[in-house]
């Protein structure tokens, strides 16, 4: 079991920047891969960012390419998310997710992770 707990979020001007972290507790010690995922009002989730366990391989949306970029750190049981070039259409719950233990592949699916976080608010507003 693995438990996540999102932090970081709040309140951003258009171009401006935020770092989400994401630190998990429990079975960190097994490999697996993670990834954020947000949510905007009225809208479905969505897929944002994953990156393997080894670190090798790492993806994003088109909509955050170049903009975001996801990051671990293992020693500290963390995720990160940072934001840059932030626009209104990035506001949204964001969340981070984990697979299962021994699931180290990056994955672009919701329905492949099987860890979730709370969630924190990122708002991008002028």
């Known amino acids: 079991q693995v438990v996540l707990v999102e932090s970081g979020g709040g309140l951003a001007r258009p171009g401006g920047s935020l770092e989400l972290s994401c630190i998990a507790s429990?079975?960190?010690?097994?490999?697996?891969?993670m990834g954020w995922f947000r949510q905007a009002p009225g809208k479905e989730r969505e897929f944002v960012a994953t990156?393997?366990?080894?670190?090798?391989?790492?993806y994003y949306s088109d909509s955050v390419k170049g903009r975001f970029t996801i990051s671990r750190d293992k020693a500290k049981s963390t995720l990160y998310l940072h934001m840059t070039s932030l626009s209104p259409d990035d506001t949204a719950v964001y969340y981070c997710?984990?697979?299962?233990?021994?699931?180290?592949?990056?994955?672009?699916?919701?329905?492949?992770?099987?860890?979730w976080g709370q969630g924190t608010q990122v708002t991008v507003s002028s």
């Open positions: 429990g079975d960190s010690s097994s490999a697996y891969a």
């Open positions: 997710a984990a697979r299962s233990a021994g699931s180290v592949a990056a994955t672009t699916t919701a329905i492949s992770y099987r860890f």
């Open positions: 990156i393997n366990w080894k670190e090798s391989n790492i």
